[in-house]
């Protein structure tokens, strides 16, 4: 039996569960919804039945970057103060069979915080707290809110980081980062955020407080329900805080660049990292399109002598051999290598590939995320061209190709795209190509999401990935956590 | 609704499922069930109904390294050749409502193989086929009963090997290691078992084949559901083969040892090394205890001139420079440092730690296995004085200190235990003195099993860790995996 660890005493969940059949709200009913959660969470908590793409100010909670709510979406945005008020709200929720969409920054790429129609936004982003940082423990417990980029400043000076680094590090919340099991550029040396969660306080569907994991990095005691909620998307659980590992900075960091004269030699280049006995902290390979994207809006040279670009970040003891064995594999693998050894022009270089590709209004893209075994590179921006020119897209991608993640653009001027296009709705030669590149994917072995994650974006792709067996399971699961099936719903399963 | 991915087509499991009510198997029925199984799977793959303690050679079968089945249970060793043999043996259990008890070296530490009366023993040991060895993808693709040692020794050809390195590792095997979420010494580093396994092929209660993962470093599609049976130990499905992560061989390799007055003081050791920027492979602390057993039964000295010892081992690029930050560190904590620079008599170090310590059966000892916050191994060792004296039970402690996971030893002379103390059952001191540890960990922040798992042994400590709401999800998850609750029944959760 479900209980409450916690929170406002006056009525426990079981009276809830007990009295109260769930009854779906209809828009008209938002705003009574909303007097019962400001009576409970104050009034600064809670915005009343907003409309999506109607609400000048509040707009920034109807979607995320993949995309907002259809026109005339009503929901309710509930921003509680803390892990109480998480759980008040999801008691509301759970005794009026709301629909609850958790949001963090609203930062996600696949539409996972996107707001379904009668229900609730529940953002974290008032649970902001660093709650504390033990060196001796290594680890740091963080509310969901708190910007991933402001941990590793936290940290930074107890010359500590926070390894899990997004590209949208300094938007994205550690909440929506646990969500999602969001990965970045270091993570074939440090790990995916998983690898850096060792427990969890999060709140159940029906408003129960959970305490998942433990504090020492070992830990073995029942199932691992801190494992199962990470990378479910919000429709498991709403995260509220986590023990993160932390780590000592690096005693040295050191970047080399190598040109290629094809992708398909610097995928080898990749290939010949394997081999050797060095293991970057980053490995990021740049296309043709990708290197012309970025000098066009930059001003950089990148593309001049070449094809392809590894951009490689070393760190740790023994950079000056690390850079050594680097230089070996990747110059027998045909690639002309220099070492960065200016520190400004080699953070520059990184800039340019976390943000230097200029997205211009006048073309109509889609990033896309897939991942493949590393050792398939090659073929995948092969498939990519190809699927390209069959389509009549213009396509350029760009690689953490240490752990085999793809971020390929797939673009067409507007001009190109004919009459009838509207706002957020993408040209069919587009969306034809990036099923093709999916498929592409997964017949190398790969899968449909490396890192951005399923939400509504991809969800059309899952039966591709995953056996009937697999979903049915998935679904299994989501019934035991969330009976109801209130928790964003229509999302990522 | 669950459907056969493979195996015979005979028969689906949906056919099964709707025309058998499962019956519980009483004793006398497992010779029909040895027939059954003998006609599906061979006379070969089944040993019929073995009762514990009466038979001989089949006794291994009978328990685990923690203990054995009480006299007089009787059971079933079925040993399927293969994946589709697990998928025919859990399919007629599932038929006929027989519990099952995965098995896979029977070198746990706490019970989770031990038989259950009238119940399947389901062996993986013939399942020993490394399926794949893939450098490039940095991946072997293994079957769960290949001993895990064993997969170390086919990658070192290739310059890699598999990180995760229980002491059992020459014992133990991947499937079981997977079960239990084993650790070993290496794990502060390299992480745990759960770091390195990218996939599982696994069969559900039924009998149905699911695959689980990617091939990929990274993947976010759906639900993690191998990470959700890593560690459930053999609750949830019967894993048949994994895709693990392997990593390339350390460029070096040095081993570091310090003595200490104190274990208080090696503990501040370890805190020293917690406030520097290096991190060993491994960080080993051994108690006055610990040193005096393993000079008594190998006539090493260890112990002259210390009471406490840290054995560390560092790995990677610049050793020296990092066995000079661990020397600036240790020697700061006021530790005797000496470096190993011999790789033999650093071999024969590690050697007795590993397997040093002499069990006189003229002694009844209990092994624990505990977890705190690596700060806190002082106050933890200090506890296990206190207890130990409290009870009169003899006390000593390694600990893999790095990730703060103890194995402390209790025992008791038997000629003190006095008279009634039958095999298998330890005297009351040292199952009060153990109760009272436990309960310190807890205290400190830390978990009643950091490697060994829960099984049998630790199961009556469950609620100390775990909130009633967390229990009751995971029976729910349990529930939604295994509905008849037949694998593993009275293990870990």
Not at 152 to 180: K, Q, V, W
Not at 184 to 210: P, Q, W
Not at 422 to 438: C, K, R, T
Request: glycine share 12%.
């Amino acid at each position: 039996m479900l209980h409450a660890e916690r929170g406002p005493p006056a009525r426990s969940v079981q009276e809830i569960r007990v009295t109260s059949t769930p009854t779906p709200v209809r828009s008209r009913d938002l705003a009574e919804l909303a007097a019962r959660l400001e009576a409970e969470l104050g009034p600064d908590a809670v915005t009343s039945a907003v409309v999506a793409q109607e609400t000048g100010g509040e707009e920034r909670f109807a979607g995320d970057r993949s995309g907002s709510a259809a026109a005339g979406t009503r929901f309710l945005v509930v921003l509680p103060q803390d892990t109480a008020g998480v759980q008040a709200a999801l008691r509301l929720a759970h005794a009026t069979g709301t629909p609850v969409v958790p949001r963090g920054a609203g930062s996600g790429l696949s539409g996972g915080a996107i707001p379904v129609d009668g229900g609730i936004v529940l953002g974290l982003e008032r649970l902001t707290a660093v709650r504390e940082i033990d060196v001796l423990d290594e680890v740091a417990v963080v509310e969901a809110g708190v910007i991933t980029a402001d941990l590793s400043a936290a940290l930074a000076p107890h010359g500590f980081f926070y390894a899990p680094d997004p590209a949208s590090a300094r938007l994205s919340t550690i909440g929506g980062n646990i969500a999602t099991n969001a990965g970045g550029l270091h993570c074939a040396k440090y790990g995916v955020t998983r690898e850096s969660v060792l427990a969890l306080e999060a709140v159940l569907a029906d408003g129960t407080l959970l305490r998942t994991g433990h504090r020492s990095l070992k830990g073995v005691t029942g199932l691992d329900l801190t494992q199962l909620l990470i990378g479910s998307e919000g429709t498991l659980a709403v995260v509220t805080a986590a023990t993160v590992r932390i780590r000592p900075l690096p005693v040295a960091r050191r970047t080399v660049l190598a040109r290629f004269a094809s992708v398909e030699a610097a995928a080898g280049g990749v290939n010949a990292i394997s081999r050797s006995p060095v293991r970057p902290a980053a490995t990021e390979l740049m296309d043709a399109g990708t290197l012309t994207d970025i000098d066009a809006s930059t001003g950089s040279l990148l593309a001049e002598g070449a094809s392809a670009i590894l951009l490689v970040e070393l760190d740790g003891y023994g950079v000056d051999e690390q850079v050594c064995d680097l230089t070996t594999a990747l110059v027998g693998a045909g690639g002309t290598v220099r070492e960065i050894p200016d520190e400004d022009e080699a953070e520059h270089l990184w800039e340019l590939r976390r943000s230097g590709r200029g997205f211009s209004p006048e073309v109509l893209r889609l990033g896309e995320d897939i991942a493949v075994p590393k050792s398939r590179l090659a073929e995948i921006f092969t498939a990519l061209t190809e699927i390209g020119e069959r389509h009549g897209v213009q396509t350029s991608a760009l690689a953490h190709a240490g752990d085999g993640n793809l971020h390929p653009c797939l673009a067409l001027p507007r001009e190109e795209a004919g009459e009838g296009i509207e706002d957020g709705v993408l040209p069919a030669p587009i969306l034809a190509a990036a099923d093709e590149l999916v498929r592409a994917a997964l017949d190398l072995g790969g899968t449909i999401s490396g890192e951005h994650g399923i939400g509504t974006a991809k969800h059309h792709w899952l039966d591709l990935e995953l056996s009937p067996a697999s979903r049915a399971l998935q679904q299994r699961l989501k019934s035991a956590l969330d009976p109801d099936h209130l928790l964003n719903p229509g999302k990522a399963l």
